[in-house]
């Protein structure tokens, strides 16, 4: 079968309260893509029967399952919390089974004709690895003051909470050393919808 040789691979990262979801629901749903999310990925990658399942109930136990045999998320993170060598063996099952399911879909998208954009959005897509896979890395960029108020409003995240994650994520300077196109959101979505269209403005938009 032919490959969709146009298509392009696009990596979408940047820190919490960026904004990514909402670019990308733009984007879904006025250009021709596939998108995938790797936290819904890791999702999937961990159900009952799957490799990833079988590899994680070996090295954390039964205690981890819920009644119904799925992983306990919370139950999963309680046993890893405080034992960083034990998150690290988790992460190496998780990551290479999340970027093996991604691989898969690029795969199959590059089979289909309507398809010109493939978008992976995480938010460790650096850390992981990814810069080697995509044809571009987009940072979505947002002033922290911008993105601390939208943790806050939108999602109800304590200060606390919120210093936390930031001191978990790459600076701003890694991010932009490390992609090869920025959007910045900080303003009205209007500006970012700017930028996006002149970003795509060779592939197909549609109403």
């Not at 960083?84 to 879909?105: S, T």
């Not at 947002?142 to 409003?153: N, P």
């Amino acid at each position: 079968m032919k490959q969709n040789s146009r298509m392009k691979f696009i990596g979408i990262t940047g820190g919490v309260g960026a904004g990514k979801s909402k670019i990308l629901n733009y984007i879904k749903s006025h250009y021709r893509c596939e998108i995938y999310l790797a936290d819904e990925a890791a999702h999937l990658v961990k159900i009952p029967g799957t490799e990833c399942y079988r590899a994680l109930v070996e090295l954390l136990g039964k205690e981890i399952l819920a009644a119904d045999g799925q992983i306990d998320k919370p139950a999963m993170a309680d046993k890893i919390f405080k034992d960083p060598a034990l998150l690290q063996k988790v992460n190496n099952i998780i990551h290479p089974a999340v970027k093996n399911y991604l691989l898969r879909k690029y795969e199959e998208a590059k089979k289909k004709e309507d398809v010109e954009l493939f978008f992976v959005e995480a938010a460790l897509l650096i850390e992981c690895g990814y810069g080697q896979l995509v044809d571009e890395m987009w940072y979505i960029y947002a002033k922290e003051s911008v993105r601390r108020a939208r943790l806050e409003k939108l999602r109800g995240y304590s200060e606390e909470k919120i210093k936390q994650i930031m001191g978990q994520q790459l600076s701003e300077e890694d991010f932009r050393k490390n992609c090869d196109f920025v959007i910045d959101n900080s303003g009205s979505f209007e500006e970012t919808r700017r930028q996006i269209e002149k970003k795509l403005e060779a592939f197909t938009w549609q109403e």
